[in-house]
C-alpha cells in the first residue's frame, strides 16, 4: 500500500517517464572524428581547403572545363542552325520539285482529258452516221418492198 502523502518514494510498478531532448544512439561522433570524416569526404572530392581566399588549381580547370564546354555548346548551335536552314532549303525544293510534277502531271491529264473527249464526240457522230445509214437502209427497203410488193428482209 502507497502513502498518499509520501512524495519521494518511487513507485517500481509504474512507467518512468522519458527525458527530454532526442534519445542517444550511442554512436555519437566526437568533433575530431567529424572533422576527419569531413577532410576524407574532401579528398574524394579532389578538392582542395583554401582558408586564405586564393583561387585553387581545382577551381582553376573547373573554370576552365566551364569555358571550353560553353565554347563546345555555341559551336554545336551553330552547327544546329547550320543544319536547320539546309532541312529548311531541302524541304522548300522537294515541295517545290512535288509543285512542278503535279503541275506537269494536271497538264498531260488535261490533255488525255481532251482526246477522250474529241473520241467521244467521234463516236457519237459514228454512231448518228450508222443510225441514219440503217435509217436509210429501212427506207430503202421498204421503198423497195412496197415496188415489188414483197416482205421485208428484216
Known amino acids: 500500500m502507497i502513502d ?9 510498478f509504474a512507467p ?11 554512436k555519437a561522433m566526437t568533433p575530431a572524428e567529424k572533422q576527419r570524416a569531413y577532410r576524407e569526404r574532401l579528398k574524394s572530392r579532389n578538392v582542395t581547403e583554401n582558408k586564405n581566399g586564393n583561387v585553387t588549381d581545382t577551381e582553376i580547370n573547373a573554370h576552365a572545363e566551364k569555358g571550353a ?8 548551335e551553330t552547327e544546329c542552325a547550320k543544319l536547320q536552314s539546309q532541312v529548311t ?14 503541275r506537269d502531271l494536271e497538264a498531260v491529264i488535261k490533255q488525255k482529258n481532251q482526246a477522250v473527249a474529241a473520241q467521244k464526240g467521234l463516236v ?15 427506207s430503202l427497203e ?9 416482205k421485208p428482209l428484216r
Open 89 to 102: 532549303d531541302w524541304r522548300d525544293r522537294y515541295y517545290q520539285r512535288d509543285i512542278d510534277y503535279n
Open 4 to 12: 498518499q502523502a509520501d512524495t519521494q518514494t518511487v513507485d517500481l
Open 142 to 150: 421498204r421503198q423497195l418492198a412496197s415496188a415489188f410488193k414483197v
Open 16 to 26: 518512468q517517464k522519458r527525458g527530454r531532448g532526442r534519445p542517444s544512439t550511442g
Open 124 to 138: 457519237t457522230k459514228f454512231k448518228n452516221e450508222r443510225n441514219d445509214a440503217r435509217n436509210r437502209v429501212e
Open 69 to 76: 564546354l560553353m565554347a563546345r555548346c555555341r559551336l554545336l
